[in-house]
């Protein structure tokens, strides 16, 4: 299913629904911008979440970058590690609940 060429039907989406379209990337690039966190520190998140998710799509655009804004292999293999982590430690949690 993963195809690169798919992002590029993303424009259709903005034809039809416009005012959604407009509404979605206002909010995801003001969510994404330089605040109390840094755009570099923005996109190890994000990476992370990507990682969680399992979006290839995610995962190679916030790896574009997360690079462009100086963040190193190590941070990013970093960042992927948090995120096995969190992952193992939600079915860890979940897994409670089949116990007496």
Known sequence: MYDKKNL???EKFG???PDQM???M???N???EEGTL???VKELIALGVAMTTQC???IGIHTDKATQAGATEKEMAEAVFVAAALR???AMTHGTHCLK
């Open 88 to 90: 193992a430690g939600g």
């Open 38 to 40: 840094s755009v570099k």
């Open 26 to 28: 206002a909010f995801d």
């Open 22 to 24: 407009k509404a979605f």
């Open 30 to 32: 003001a969510c994404m």
């Open 15 to 17: 034809q039809l629904c």
């Open 8 to 10: 590029g039907k993303l």
């Open 56 to 58: 290839p799509y995610c």
